[in-house]
């Protein structure tokens, strides 16, 4: 029983680093390097970099001390500016950013489905007889014009 | 030459200006004298370009003979800088990339402009709009941003060209670009020219569809000739980093490529008439926009120039006067421009009725449609994050960052989806596709493309143990529990996983292209009587723009296979003493040597590396840091980076300095995949873009009766017997 409450105990304490370490790469790579060179931080490795070290220290440290990764970010914003955060909130005005590019997607082909729907219900093709001499320029006109 | 050159730029305006005035008269008029005005006004027009290339040959030969008397030659040259650099001189600069925007619009008009026989009304009206835009440039290169300005005081020498333009690419790229930029002008001058005079039918496209093409081809090589650039000098070992004005460049080049594709609708079957109209339009705008943001400096960038006042002439400005209660607002180029076409639009849009509509979703047609809007939901993604900056800036006051999480995390999936559609497409037929038809079109393609993707599972691509480059997507905006659900598999938004899928739609759609030439060809080989590749050949020629344009998508799937492999990318940065060793993946690095260079232009310091791949010599690699104008106040550092190029990796060296607590040098060592191959891919869309560009060889006449479909006076081909199945 105790050896198994111990494993119970080693697999939730794993769990519960991973989940960290998932937050860690998440967050790390939403915020930007303030040491000048425009990376993201967790790719901001410059040896002798006067800014990364001590970015990641306080990441580490917001993570422990905030659930809500939001609050994380936040406290970057806070400390940084509002430039350090390089991927847009998805809450409030910045959710918009987000929301837009698959809304305009999703809108522009419900939209196509409803002009062809509307477009099918209209047209009434009639089939060619093939007898009518009339037509006879016209399929010439069209032989010549395909290629094969 | 200042004086010549001043001049010349001057008698450029006023006869572009005549040009305008005077072709605008000759249309309104129906006097017999109109004919001569008009055929003045095309020839001022012709000779505005060689006053402008005086103009610029002035500020060239000004630069080749050190003239530090003009302030642009002072602030953009100096003495030590070799030859074909100075050439670039000409465009690196704000006032001298004006002129030379000038000088390449004066120039396609020029062309524009001598082959007018080919419709005399149309292109008439096409110079009046080139002479419009023409006397916008030459009025902002005049008076806002003119190259011919003088010094007080000459200096002895000038501060020479920024060290990150001193590379070919670099000599190339800008025009390049420019030459795309531009060249937009015409078919949108082409454009507003058939709305303004209602020209019938689709003539104007088959005239504008080359324009268009060279445009757009300029336009993809200035872009990955930037990308090229970036990779090779900038040493951070990407080529793409979403800065705002990479995004500019790639936003008329998305809309130019709807266009490309859309203009098929209206030419094959009469829709789609208003819709291009706009995506013409909006490519040219678009093009503007793109000038307007590097030159305005309005969002911060690696390329953006100096905060000046030149934003204003392409955007307007509105604000307060300081003494006076009013507020003031005055247009830009670009709303006058957007006004004249909604205007023209609002005027004439009963002439671009579509003569048929879609009648299918399952049809080259509608995947035609779907294409366009995937495209141009990925140019709004790309507009929508380069200004959201501002936009948050002027709404809120505080300027956000939007950075590469988003345009990755938006435009992969999108990117996808049109590699899929590129690969549906030519499957689907005209109008509408039967049940029977798509499952015997698509069985060959998604066979290839799912055996594909089970090698590569076997060869080691496997995201679910891999799982690198993540997490890569932003689910948080989707309800909480697909969220949940989506990140309990933790390798479902890892960039292996999206390489693995761009792979297999790569397959797919390569599978598709082949599959088109191998039944065009079968159908003539029957006909000629030869070999099989004898018979594409001739498939090519005979219908040069619908095969070349297959070659072109086979150069995009080669750059997606390229961009694919950036997910298994390795870096390592280390210090790295006399004989010390460094180990990247198969490869190790032993330095030999640190060794310092003199040059007239530059010093550089570099390290001799020798580098081993699983044991074997391959080669010794040279990375180095560069010192333009060295030991002056406006000395410039570069890296000039070392590259083991193979065709499944990119071994990539940066020389970082010393570090200055340890006094040791330090190297960043990159292993990037597969980035040969965008290069290559880049080579087969502009050799696709040429033959499609080659005239039609002539055509051979089918004997056999075709089975066609008539309604109203449309007439639609159903099959063709016998040989064209």
């Known amino acids: ?148 | 030459m200042p004086i010549i050159g001043s001049f010349c730029l001057l008698f450029a305006l006023v006869l572009a200006a005549y040009c305008l005035v005077a072709g605008i008269v000759a249309l309104a008029s129906h006097s017999p004298a109109a004919g001569r005005l008009s055929e003045s006004a095309r020839r001022s027009g012709m000779a505005a370009f060689i006053a402008v290339a005086v103009s610029a040959l002035a500020l060239v030969y000004a630069t080749l003979n050190n003239d530090f008397s003009l302030e642009y030659i002072r602030a953009h040259s100096n003495r030590t800088l070799p030859i074909p650099y100075k050439l670039a001189v000409l465009w690196s600069g704000q006032e001298g990339s004006m002129l030379f925007w000038a000088l390449l619009l004066s120039a396609y008009g020029f062309v524009l402009r001598l082959r007018h026989k080919v419709d005399r009304r149309l292109v008439a009206y096409a110079s009046v709009i080139l002479a419009g835009i023409q006397t916008f440039f030459l009025i902002v290169v005049n008076f806002s941003a003119n190259p011919f300005g003088l010094m007080d005081k000459v200096p002895p020498d000038g501060n020479g060209l920024n060290a990150l333009l001193q590379y070919p690419q670099m000599v190339i790229h800008p025009p390049m670009l420019y030459l795309g930029y531009v060249g937009m002008s015409v078919p949108f001058a082409f454009g507003l020219a058939a709305l303004i005079m209602k020209y019938p039918g689709e003539k104007w496209i088959h005239i504008t569809r080359r324009w268009t093409m060279v445009a757009w081809l300029f336009l993809t090589v200035g872009i990955f000739l930037g990308a090229n650039w970036a990779y090779y000098v900038l040493g951070w070992g990407g080529y793409w980093g979403w800065d705002p004005v990479e995004n500019a460049s790639l936003l008329p080049w998305i809309t130019g490529t709807a266009f490309l594709h859309s203009v098929m609708m209206q030419e094959k079957r009469g829709m789609m008439k208003t819709w291009n109209m706009w995506l013409i339009f909006t490519t040219f705008f678009l093009s503007i926009f793109g000038t307007f943001l590097t030159r305005s400096g309005v969002i911060s960038s690696v390329h953006s120039f100096a905060l000046s006042s030149i934003g204003a002439w392409f955007m307007g400005d509105f604000g307060r006067l300081s003494y006076f209660p009013f507020f003031y607002a005055y247009p830009g180029f670009l709303e006058i421009a957007m006004a004249a076409c909604v205007y023209f639009y609002v005027k004439n849009r009963s002439h671009l009725k579509a003569e048929n509509t879609l009648e299918s979703v399952v049809s080259r047609e509608s995947s035609f449609m779907f294409n366009n809007l995937v495209l141009l939901a990925s140019c709004f993604c790309v507009l929508c994050g380069t200004l959201f900056p501002v936009l948050s800036d002027w709404i809120r006051g505080d300027k956000i960052t939007v950075g590469p999480p988003y345009f990755n995390a938006v435009n992969v999936p999108i990117g996808l989806f049109l590699i899929f559609l590129t690969g549906v497409g030519p499957l689907l037929a005209w109008r509408m596709t039967s049940l029977a038809s798509v499952k015997r079109n698509f069985a060959f393609p998604a066979i290839f493309a799912i055996l594909v993707a089970l090698v590569l599972i076997v060869l080691g691509v496997r995201p679910w143990i891999l799982g690198v480059g993540g997490p890569y997507l932003h689910w948080d905006y989707l309800p909480g529990w697909i969220t949940r659900h989506l990140q309990s598999i933790a390798w479902i938004d890892s960039l292996s996983s999206f390489s693995l899928l761009a792979f297999t739609l790569g397959a797919f759609v390569v599978a598709t292209i082949a599959l088109e030439f191998y039944r065009g060809g079968r159908v003539l080989q029957g006909k000629l009587k030869t070999n099989l590749l004898a018979a594409m050949y001739h498939l090519t020629r005979r219908n040069s723009r619908r095969y070349g344009g297959y070659l072109v998508h086979f150069g995009v799937i080669i750059v997606l296979i390229g961009l694919a492999g950036r997910a298994f990318n390795q870096e390592k940065q280390q210090e790295i003493g006399l004989h010390d060793k460094v180990q990247i993946g198969h490869y190790e690095l032993i330095s030999q040597k640190y060794t310092e260079d003199h040059n007239d232009n530059f010093d550089s310091r570099a390290a001799i590396l020798d580098v081993y791949k699983d044991g074997k010599f391959i080669e010794t690699m040279y990375p180095a840091e560069v010192f333009y104008q060295p030991g002056q106040p406006n000395q410039q550092r570069d890296n000039k980076v070392a590259i083991h190029t193979t065709l499944m990796e990119d071994l990539y060296i940066r020389y970082d300095g010393f570090n200055s607590q340890t006094d040791r040098p330090i190297v960043t060592v990159f292993i990037n995949p597969l980035v040969v191959w965008i290069w290559i891919g880049v080579i087969v869309m502009v050799l696709g873009t040429c033959v499609a560009l080659a005239p039609n060889a002539a055509q051979l006449k089918s004997p056999v009766p075709l089975t066609v479909m008539v309604r109203g006076d449309q007439v639609q081909i159903l099959g063709t017997a016998g040989a064209a199945k």
């Not at chain 1, 409450?5 to 860690?24: H, I, K, M, P, W």
């Not at chain 1, 698959?102 to 729907?117: G, H, R, W």
């Open chain 1, 1 to 148: 029983m105790k050896r198994a409450t111990l494993v119970l105990l080693f697999c939730f304490s794993l769990g519960a680093a991973a989940q960290d370490n998932e937050r860690y790469r998440d967050l790390g790579n939403k915020i930007q390097c303030s040491c000048g060179c425009n990376q993201i931080l967790l790719q901001c490795n410059h040896v002798g970099c006067q800014s990364s070290d001590g970015m990641i220290r306080e990441l580490r440290t917001a993570l422990a001390t905030y659930k809500d990764d939001e609050d994380v970010l936040n406290w970057f914003r806070h400390s940084y500016g509002m430039t350090v955060v390089v991927a847009p909130s998805t809450h409030g005005f910045e959710l918009m950013i987000w929301v837009a590019p698959p809304l305009l997607v999703l809108s522009a082909f419900a939209l196509v489905f409803f002009l062809i729907q509307r477009w099918r219900e209209r047209a009434v093709p009639v089939m060619a007889t093939g007898a009518d001499p009339k037509m006879d320029d016209l399929r010439a006109k069209v032989r010549e014009e395909t290629e094969l």
